[in-house]
DNA sequence: ATGGTTGCCTTGCAA
């Protein structure tokens, strides 16, 4: 089973992409997420036509999530239980088989003194709390999608220039080991040791030329999953221009279990 | 030196 998590940024400006990448890759699921439309203007043509069943939470202009499976997709939550309805729509999580898949847009937190940084810290410990209460990390659970944190040095392109910057700040880092504690893995790190991989590059700057990246898409796995991982891929050739399409300023990431 | 680019549509704001 191969399980994608890719932060689109807006889905429906790249239709091409988005169809190119589900008949390269062919994910049994794929995690969305910033996908900017709300549910009634959802492109859901692409992933029928694909023979993809899919499941989104949207919303005008902002964040919105999406899950698209090949198999039948179960049992699907939309937000915390505890959320008000006209919430951010930041979480969809589903079951696609036999594995729990929960997508998350983690809030990007702005600048570390912005009140946007708090909310993100704060909806953080609600996603940890949330897990721990309703969810059990001896089951195979993947946490994947936009985490807007960068977990260490290897996965930042200038780690001194970014420590206490938000995307790279302790309060982060703590946040992320509260996951780790609960028994989640870090997918990526079972088979790349290695730093200078990314996930995202700024727009600005020629960010990418320069492989000026963080890795902030992440696969967290239980335990289960874990010892099923053969391989995570970061596709980076999804953050190039194709066919005169822009590209998100995500590169897709995949991690394929046995 | 707080620059640069993209997407949505609040042509400013979030990222």
Request: charged letters at 25%; hydrophobic letters at 40%; one cysteine or more.
């Amino acid at each position: 089973m191969k399980i994608t998590t890719w932060n689109v940024n807006s889905l429906r400006t790249r239709p091409n992409r988005l169809r190119q990448f589900l008949e390269t890759e062919a994910p049994d699921v794929l995690c969305l997420q910033e996908t900017k439309v709300e549910d009634a203007s959802f492109p859901r043509e692409t992933f029928d036509e694909l023979g993809y069943q899919v499941e989104f939470f949207g919303e005008k202009t902002y964040n919105g999530v999406a899950i698209a499976a090949r198999q039948s997709i179960e049992s699907v939550q939309r937000a915390f239980p505890t959320d008000e309805t006209d919430c951010q729509r930041r979480l969809i999580a589903a079951t696609v088989g036999g594995v729990r898949v929960v997508n998350v847009y983690v809030p990007n937190g702005s600048s570390v003194d912005s009140p946007k940084f708090a909310f993100k810290l704060e909806w953080l410990g609600q996603l940890r709390q949330w897990l721990a209460s309703e969810h059990d990390a001896g089951q195979p659970l993947a946490l994947c999608g936009d985490f807007n944190i960068a977990p260490d040095d290897r996965d930042v392109w200038a780690p001194d220039k970014w420590r206490g910057n938000v995307l790279f700040h302790p309060d982060e880092h703590a946040a992320l080991k509260e996951f780790q504690d609960w028994g989640l893995h870090d997918a990526f790190r079972l088979h790349h040791e290695e730093g200078g991989l990314y996930s995202w590059w700024d727009y600005r700057g020629g960010a990418f030329r320069f492989n000026h990246g963080l890795r902030i898409d992440l696969i967290l796995v239980t335990k289960p999953l874990a010892d099923r991982c053969t391989g995570v891929s970061i596709h980076r050739d999804t953050r190039k221009v194709l066919d005169g399409e822009k590209p998100s300023d995500h590169a897709a990431v995949s991690a394929v279990f046995a």
